[in-house]
């Protein structure tokens, strides 16, 4: 297994020195603190925390920091933005449906009031229809005159707020339908990861749940590619998307009676049918991760092998388990599987 790191100074080169390694720590401490300081506020207690922990990870480097300390930062940065963004985008979500309720509230407001307003210009027409009939009283002449024209200005007025009330009503519900035409899309993209168009991590918490649901026992494996941040960082994430797509691709051929994700970065998830016992899932697995990638890259004017291990976790899950524990423990083997 061939391990590919990202060296900060290469001896021999000019204009490399230690000045130049303390420089590019400047760099990514100033960009961790740039990406925290630019994410979108969701919660401000969740921002707050965002915040403080991307700090932590900037402060934690230093002169004396190597290589593979500047790397596993860069992953923990990578690791907490995409965690931030999806409890945010979560958030988000539950704000959009509840506009929506407010919004069709509103809307079934004003189909009332539109309603009340023509009965209530029926009645007033009633009313002086009936005013009418008294034009044979000398004292009410003057009463029916103001009475009409107080009539006429109040039919005027109520067709006014009619119109305007309708209107509204209709740029309401357009715009209801619009913002769910883009949610329903959001969520096939967010459900789909675009680099494999293997089923996302949105699919697999979905698909965990129903399973947790259900009350009963079932199997699940967790790949982890190796120095997947490295490669990105040497060659390029084409380079590494494209190890990535061929990691998919093995896996999904050597999986049966399984259902195949994309976790996250470096990471896939299968997750088996209750048929597939404990025994054959782990045969599977350590059969689909014993054989390395390889691939063959044209790196300043050479030609560079890289060679990618796989690593499996598989564990049965027990009926009482929660989702939230099992995303928090694949998480963690994640974490500790790229420091």
């Known amino acids: 297994m061939s391990i590919i790191s990202l060296e900060l100074n290469r001896p021999g080169e000019p204009g490399q020195g230690p000045s130049s390694s303390v420089h590019l720590i400047e760099q990514v401490q100033t960009l961790i603190r740039g990406v925290a300081l630019h994410a979108i506020e969701s919660q401000p207690e969740e921002f707050a925390q965002l915040q403080r922990r991307m700090g932590e990870i900037a402060d934690s480097l230093n002169r004396e920091s190597s290589a593979d300390d500047l790397l596993l930062a860069i992953s923990k940065t990578l690791f907490l933005t ?30 009332f009031i539109l309603s009340s307003s023509e009965t209530s210009v ?23 005159t103001y009475t009409s024209a107080c009539l006429s200005m109040v039919r005027r007025e109520s067709t006014r707020l009619q119109t305007e009330a309708r209107e509204k009503a209709d740029a309401l ?20 990861d675009p680099v494999t168009g293997l089923p996302g991590r949105a699919a697999a918490e979905q698909a965990i749940e129903e399973k947790v649901s259900a009350a009963k026992p079932f199997v699940t494996a967790l790949f982890l590619m190796d120095r997947l ?51 054959d899932a782990e045969k599977q697995a350590r059969q689909a991760s014993s054989q390395e990638l ?14 990618v291990g796989i690593s499996c976790h598989v564990q049965q899950i027990p009926s009482k388990a929660t989702a939230g524990e099992l995303f928090r423990r694949m998480d963690g083997i994640m974490v500790a599987g790229q420091s």
Request: with cysteine.
């Open 294 to 307: 390889e691939k063959s890259i044209d790196s300043d004017n050479r030609m560079v092998m890289i060679v």
């Open 122 to 144: 029926k009645q007033l027409a009633f009313m002086e229809s009936q005013l009418q009939r008294a034009n044979t009283l000398e004292d009410l002449r003057q009463l029916k």
């Open 173 to 192: 519900k357009n715009d209801v339908e619009r913002l769910s035409a883009r949610l329903k899309l959001a969520a096939v993209e967010e459900s789909q």
């Open 229 to 279: 941040a490295s490669i990105n960082g040497r060659f390029g994430h084409s380079v590494g998307d494209e190890i990535v797509v061929s990691c998919a691709h093995m896996l999904a051929k050597k999986l049966s009676g399984a259902t195949l994700y994309r976790w996250s970065g470096p990471g896939f998830i299968a997750l088996f049918d209750p048929s597939v016992g404990l025994a």
């Open 82 to 111: 995409e965690d931030y963004n999806r409890q945010a985008a979560v958030i988000f979500k539950a704000q959009v449906e509840e506009l929506r309720g407010m919004v069709s509230k509103m809307t079934e407001t004003m189909q």
